[in-house]
């Protein structure tokens, strides 16, 4: 029995040998895996983070462009509006009364389109005014209103 027992002893050391390996390495084999789970997790997190941030950001950036152009293509609008100006002078003779007066013509143009009719002032004149100068002073459709150029810049969305 004894020779049994020395055969049959270092095979079931053998045997529990590799199995306590076995699990050893197994269990080793699920910590790195656990890890690299962990690992891939974050890295995914990250990524979506990134991806959502990036999407917003592209989004802000879209919304930005479309209103600048708006914006370049309001100006442009604006700055094709043109004002067509006539005037000549009127004199009234009633009895003993003599009356001057300035007739001042405008009216507006989009390009060569005509957007108004002719928006007529009588402006009565006194002794020795300047024509020129009156006209200067006195219009239907304000240059700084016509002219978005003029206008101060606002804030820019950056």
């Known amino acids: 029995m004894e020779p049994l027992l020395w055969i049959v002893l270092p095979g079931f050391v053998a045997v ?5 390996a076995w699990f050893v390495v197994q269990s080793r084999m699920e910590v790195k895996l656990a890890e690299q789970r962990e690992a891939l997790a974050e890295a995914r ?11 917003d950001s592209l989004e802000t950036a879209l919304r930005a ?20 100006q006539r ?20 009216r507006m143009f989009f390009r060569n389109i005509p957007l108004s009719d002719w928006i007529e ?11 020129d100068r009156v006209v200067q002073d006195m219009t239907v459709f ?17």
């Open 45 to 55: 997190g990250a990524l979506q983070a990134e991806k959502s941030a990036m999407k």
């Open 87 to 106: 005037h000549y002078t009127r004199e009234n003779r009633q009895l003993m009364h003599n009356r001057k007066s300035l007739v001042l013509q405008e």
């Open 142 to 158: 304000d240059k700084a209103v016509v002219s978005i150029a003029d206008l101060p810049r606002r804030r820019q969305l950056a």
């Open 16 to 20: 529990t040998s590799a199995l306590l």
């Open 121 to 131: 002032h009588e402006i009565v004149l006194d002794e020795g005014a300047d024509v």
């Open 65 to 84: 462009a479309e209103e600048t152009a708006k914006r370049e293509a309001f100006e442009n609008f604006l700055n094709e509006l043109t004002v067509e």
